[in-house]
T-cell receptor, first 114, second 112 residues
Framework: DADVTQTPRNRITKTGKRIMLECSQT?????MYWYRQDPGLGLRLIYY???????NKGEISDGYSVSRQAQAKFSLSLESAIPNQTALYFC?????????????FGDGTRLSIL | GNSVTQMEGPVTLSEEAFLTINCTYT??????LFWYVQYPGEGLQLLLK?????DKGSNKGFEATYRKETTSFHLEKGSVQVSDSAVYFC???????????FGTGTKLQVIP
């Protein structure tokens, strides 16, 4: 089983719909992140959380919200989806303690908004 | 703020060719540096890392040396294989909250 699991893997929906992307992890890490990937732009941070009671905005949080339901679960919501939110979304986790700790990624959710 | 600049792709090489993907960075303090690889349909996975100046990270035949004087972390491999075809991301972490800054990615295509 994957250490970081994202659901769904693919989603097509319409403008204005509410969408939730879910992420769960079995790595036991406290820190979780949501990124979006767009061609030519690399990965951009949407939100991050260092524990259940800690939620922080990233560089592109407008139009998104998150919920950290448990140490192992971190969900991303689009309250009213718009076409320019079409992208590949990744959840990641990391272990705290030093700058040298890598991030561990799920396989992504490909989201298309029509 | 922090930034990572890596060469634009796509890079197309023949099998067994030498690979270099350039990466330079701007950061405060003493960042840790990473290369991640993304295979089609998958998430990013760590390829190698270096945590201080002059460290060399290596894995699967890939190498990169942390050069503080030139603020660079170029990825190299002596002989690429078709299975190395992927997108490669250079990244750094210099903040106390482990917010990682990624480059835009370089797509590598290796042809037989």
């Amino acid at each position: 089983d994957a250490d970081v699991t994202q659901t769904p893997r693919n989603r097509i929906t319409k403008t204005g719909k509410r969408i939730m992307l879910e992420c769960s992890q079995t790595k036991g890490h406290d820190r979780m992140y949501w990124y979006r990937q767009d061609p030519g732009l690399g990965l951009r941070l949407i939100y991050y959380s260092f524990d259940v009671k800690d939620i922080n905005k990233g560089e592109i949080s407008d139009g998104y919200s998150v919920s950290r339901q448990a140490q192992a679960k971190f969900s991303l919501s689009l309250e009213s989806a718009i076409p320019n939110q079409t992208a590949l979304y990744f959840c990641a986790t990391s272990d705290g303690g030093s700058l040298g700790q890598p991030q561990h990624f799920g396989d992504g959710t490909r989201l298309s908004i029509l | 703020g922090n930034s990572v600049t890596q060469m634009e792709g796509p890079v197309t090489l023949s099998e067994e060719a030498f690979l270099t993907i350039n990466c330079t960075y701007t950061a405060t303090g003493y960042p840790s540096l990473f290369w991640y690889v993304q295979y089609p349909g998958e998430g990013l996975q760590l390829l190698l890392k270096a945590t201080k100046a002059d460290d060399k990270g290596s894995n699967k035949g890939f190498e990169a040396t942390y050069r503080k004087e030139t603020t660079s972390f170029h990825l190299e491999k002596g002989s690429v294989q078709v299975s190395d075809s992927a997108v490669y991301f250079c990244a750094l972490n210099s903040g106390g909250y482990q917010k990682v800054t990624f480059g835009t990615g370089t797509k590598l295509q290796v042809i037989p």
